[in-house]
């Protein structure tokens, strides 16, 4: 099956510092979403897409699907950024979904 | 608005058990999704439900069991758990013809 490789793992950042996560992917896929998971375990969507690139202020998104990969900027960090940053893709022709295993953030004051 | 809610919250029950958990969403979203999450782990696909029929199911033990009366509404039948069963109980839907899926609170079972 389709194989989601998150990178880093876990990644410690002093705020203010800017970082780069990154999703592989090992097949073809019609979406892709990144996710932020609070401590409380809510997933925050963060950006819907399966290709080309977004902003949402201090974020922003770069979906390459003909290479398979899809990066996550934060730049400007703050402590509430801290926690665990998700890609999901989604398979083509239908609802099966898959999630990287996520790169833990801490971002310290 | 993208909200999804789930009840309850929180949930222990015993192995003998029989419980449920609920999902409801009012953006007109004809697809919804149960998934399972372990602590520190990713969040894994159990159910799908489109135009309310069971489109997938990720061999899921029949101890679960999906619902879906309505578009709007998704029900999870837990009967007879096993203490590693414990986890959080995570709802999504999407709409039709998308599939960026938005997420409810969840639930936090514990089984003992």
């Known amino acids: 099956g389709i194989q989601v490789e998150q990178s880093p793992p876990d990644l410690i950042l002093q705020e203010g510092a800017n970082s780069t996560l990154r999703c592989n992917f090992s097949d073809s896929v019609n979406n892709l979403q990144w996710f932020h998971q609070n401590p409380w375990g809510q997933l925050i969507n963060l950006f819907y897409i399966p290709s080309g690139t977004k902003q949402n202020g201090r974020l922003s998104a770069t979906t390459v699907a003909t290479e398979r990969y899809s990066l996550l900027y934060i730049s400007s960090s703050q402590t509430t950024d801290s926690g665990v940053y998700f890609c999901a893709v989604g398979l083509t022709g239908g609802f099966k979904t898959i999630f990287g295993a996520g790169t833990r953030l801490f971002v310290k004051a | 608005d993208t909200e999804v809610t789930q009840t309850p919250k929180h949930l222990v029950m015993g192995m003998t058990n029989k419980k449920s958990l609920k999902c409801e969403q009012h953006?007109?979203?004809?697809?919804m999704y149960w998934y399972k999450q372990k602590a520190k782990k990713p969040p894994e696909l159990m159910f799908v439900y489109s135009y309310e029929k069971l489109s997938i199911n990720e061999s899921v033990p029949s101890r679960f069991s999906p619902e879906c009366p309505n578009s709007s509404l998704l029900n999870l039948h837990l009967h007879a758990l096993q203490p590693e069963d414990s986890a959080l109980y995570l709802c999504a839907s999407s709409g039709q013809g998308a599939y960026e899926q938005y997420f409810g609170p969840g639930t936090r079972l514990t089984v003992t």
């Open positions: 953006m007109g979203h004809r697809a």
